[in-house]
C-alpha cells in the first residue's frame, strides 16, 4: 500500500501532490463533486459576466473549471503547484485554449500578474496557511473592472456538521481546522464569511453575488448514494442556495467580488 504524505509549501501551504487519482475518485467521481460541479455551472453565469474574457484559474486542480470555462470561449491559465493534478488535467484539456502553469499563488504576482479581467479561485484559500493574505493577493492580479469568482471551505458549516455528528467536545474547543495529516481532507484554514467581508474589504475588493454549494447534502442524516446525480437533491440545493438562512450553511461559500470604486465613481 502507498501511503501519501501531506505537501506542505514554504509557506505552510496545504499542497496536493500525489493525490490526482484520490480527487478524481473520493471527490469528483461521487454525487457530492458531481452535485458541487452542477450548481457551478448553474450560479456562475448568473454571478458572473461572462463574455469570453481571458481567464486566470488560481489552483486549478483537475481543471474541470477551465475546461467549463474554455468551452465557453475564454483563454485560460491554468495554475496548480501539485504536479500529478497539473499532468491529469493537461490530458483531459487537451483539445482546449488551456495554458498550464505549475505555480502556487504567492507566485503569480510575478509570474501571471495580468491584469487579469476574470480570476477563479475555488477551494484553495482553506488550504492557505494565511488565507487573508492570499485574497490580498487574488485583489492584485485584478483589472480595474476585473471580477474575481471565491469558493471557500465554510468554517460554519464544518462546525454545525461536527455538532450533528456528535463531537461535542471538538466543537466547545473550536478544534475543527484539520493539520492536513493522513487521508482526511478537512482544511487547515477553514473560512467564517464574516472573515471573507472583511478581508474584501481590507483588499479593495466588494461583493457582488453569494451563495451555498452543499446547503443540504453533507447534513442528510440518511445519505442515498448514487453512481449519478440525484435530480431531486439538486432542484432543492438550486432552490435554496441564494436564500437566507440556507446558504449560510453551504459545505463551500461562492462569491463574486471586484473592486471597490468611490462613491464618487458611481454618481
Not at 494565511?130 to 474575481?148: H, I, V
Not at 440525484?230 to 440556507?246: G, I, S, T
Amino acid at each position: 500500500m502507498t501511503v501519501i504524505e501531506p505537501t506542505f509549501s514554504a509557506h505552510g501551504d496545504r499542497h496536493f501532490d500525489g493525490m490526482a487519482d484520490k480527487f478524481a475518485n473520493s471527490l469528483y467521481a461521487k454525487r457530492r463533486g458531481a452535485l458541487r460541479l452542477a450548481l457551478l455551472e448553474r450560479l456562475l453565469p448568473e454571478m458572473l459576466a461572462l463574455r469570453s474574457q481571458p481567464a486566470l484559474d488560481v489552483g486549478g486542480g483537475l481543471g474541470q473549471l477551465s475546461g467549463w470555462l474554455a468551452r465557453r470561449g475564454h483563454p485560460v491559465t491554468l495554475c496548480e503547484p501539485a504536479r500529478d493534478m497539473l499532468e491529469r488535467a493537461g490530458a483531459a484539456l487537451a483539445d482546449t485554449d488551456v495554458a498550464l502553469r505549475a505555480l502556487p499563488l504567492q507566485a503569480l504576482p510575478e509570474q501571471a500578474p495580468g491584469p487579469w479581467p476574470l480570476v477563479t479561485c475555488h477551494a484553495v484559500l482553506e488550504w492557505m496557511a494565511d488565507p487573508r493574505a492570499a485574497l490580498a493577493t487574488l485583489a492584485g492580479l485584478l483589472a480595474p473592472d476585473g471580477q474575481l469568482s471565491l469558493m471557500v471551505f465554510n468554517h460554519d458549516a464544518l462546525r454545525f456538521s461536527n455538532v450533528l455528528k456528535g463531537n461535542l467536545e471538538r466543537v466547545m474547543d473550536d478544534r475543527l481546522a484539520g493539520l492536513g495529516k493522513g487521508k482526511r481532507l478537512t482544511p487547515i484554514s477553514p473560512v467564517r464569511h464574516a472573515e471573507v467581508m472583511r478581508w474584501a474589504e481590507e483588499s479593495g475588493l466588494r461583493v457582488t453575488h453569494h451563495a451555498g454549494i452543499r446547503v443540504f447534502d453533507d447534513y442528510l442524516q440518511q445519505p442515498v448514494e448514487t453512481a449519478g446525480m440525484d435530480e431531486r437533491l439538486l432542484e432543492l440545493e438550486w432552490r435554496y442556495c441564494r436564500d437566507e438562512p440556507y446558504w449560510r450553511l453551504g459545505r463551500y461559500l461562492l462569491y463574486t467580488l471586484v473592486p471597490a470604486r468611490d462613491e464618487d465613481d458611481d454618481r
